[in-house]
Antibody, heavy 118, light 106 residues
Framework: QVQLQESGPGLVKPSETLSLTCSVS????????WSWIRQPAGKGLEWTGR???????NYNPSLRSRITMSVDTSKNQFSLKLTSVTAADTAVYYC????????????WGQGILVTVSS | SYELTQPPSVSVSPGQTASITCSGD??????ACWYQQKPGQSPVLVIY???KRPSGIPERFSGSTSGNTATLTISGTQAMDEADYYC?????????FGGGTKLTVL
């Protein structure tokens, strides 16, 4: 059974860096693309970007200047860093696996609420 | 930027068929996926590659496309199907989601 678990601070100050980690069990992080998708309260889903073990990354153009994703194969984890955050970055952040068809996201973490506030 | 347009809300009576549309200029060239999200829960993939159902998704969920519009159809809608539904597609190497449709089962 594939499971994803987000972890990180639930509160980040404006202008600082948001850092989240996703721990993956039941699947090798080397075998799939992995993404972060966020959802502000009461709003829709927004894809932030994806990464693959061989260093390939794709980011949402609206976040490209502030976002970095990376992987730690020894821990079967991947991470998100978002710099210079504002209140607009407040959201539930989900880590997700891109399915083997390459088109959808078949496994989601439970989500972690990150609030940007002083 | 590429956009996917969904109706904000759809209502259906129990046992009837619900149809949720998703329109986008490039949908004719790209596969659509659909997700169901219930309050307080993570989204669940219900349709991928336009019309394929993941394991465990009931047969009453189906997907289709025509031109630049993808449609999620729920046959014999049940109360448990009341949820928000999102379409999703790829634009080159980036992902776009529709704004979501709240399905109400009256």
């Amino acid at each position: 059974q594939v499971q994803l678990q987000e972890s990180g601070p639930g509160l980040v100050k404006p202008s600082e860096t948001l850092s989240l980690t996703c721990s993956v069990s039941g699947a090798s992080i080397s075998s799939y693309y992995w993404s972060w998708i966020r959802q502000p309260a009461g709003k829709g889903l927004e894809w932030t970007g994806r990464m693959y073990i061989r260093g390939s990354t794709n980011y949402n153009p609206s976040l490209r200047s502030r976002i970095t994703m990376s992987v730690d194969t020894s821990k079967n984890q991947f991470s998100l860093k978002l710099t210079s955050v504002t209140a607009a970055d407040t959201a539930v952040y989900y880590c997700v696996r891109q399915d083997s068809s390459g088109y959808g996201f078949d496994y989601w973490g439970q989500g972690i609420l990150v609030t940007v506030s002083s | 930027s590429y956009e996917l347009t969904q109706p904000p809300s759809v209502s259906v009576s129990p046992g009837q068929t619900a149809s949720i549309t998703c329109s986008g200029d490039k949908l004719g060239d790209n596969y659509a996926c659909w997700y169901q999200q219930k309050p307080g829960q993570s989204p669940v993939l219900v349709i991928y590659q336009d019309n394929k159902r993941p394991s465990g998704i009931p047969e009453r969920f189906s997907g289709s496309t025509s031109g630049n519009t993808a449609t999620l159809t729920i046959s014999g809608t049940q109360a448990m199907d009341e949820a928000d539904y999102y379409c999703q597609a790829w634009d080159s190497s980036t992902v776009v989601f529709g704004g979501g449709t709240k399905l109400t089962v009256l």
